[in-house]
């Protein structure tokens, strides 16, 4: 069955970088788009970023357009994202998901000093 196990969150500083990853399996994972997408405490589900199969015609957010950058690597079935600059909205529950369905369990990102 799908599968998609996202890894790479933690605790950063204001101003600081993180790369999340998101590991799939049990799917043919270079025929689908992914994307990234966060929830914050007591929030709805914020779309962030979107990849084409390739890798190519990536899509933000405004929010985070200019510091967070998406890419995949297919031969590893591997989705990233590079984030910089984090603040402290960005603290929130990070996931992966697929186009046509399937989540992951999520990786938590908190920004503080």
């Known amino acids: 069955q799908v599968q998609l196990v996202e890894s790479g969150g933690g605790l950063v500083q204001p101003g600081g970088s993180l790369r999340l990853s998101c590991v799939a399996s049990g799917f043919s994972f270079s025929n689908y788009r992914m994307s990234w997408a966060r929830q914050a405490p007591g929030k709805g589900l914020e779309w962030l970023s979107r990849?084409?199969?390739?890798?190519?015609?990536?899509e933000y957010a405004d929010v985070v357009k200019g510091r967070f950058h998406i890419s995949r690597d297919n031969a590893k079935n591997t989705l990233y994202l590079q984030m910089n600059r984090l603040e402290s909205d960005d603290t929130a529950m990070y996931y992966c998901?697929?186009?046509?369905?399937?989540r992951g369990q999520g990786t938590q990102v908190t920004v503080s000093s």
């Open positions: 998901i697929r186009y046509g369905g399937g």
């Open positions: 990849s084409e199969t390739d890798g190519t015609g990536a």
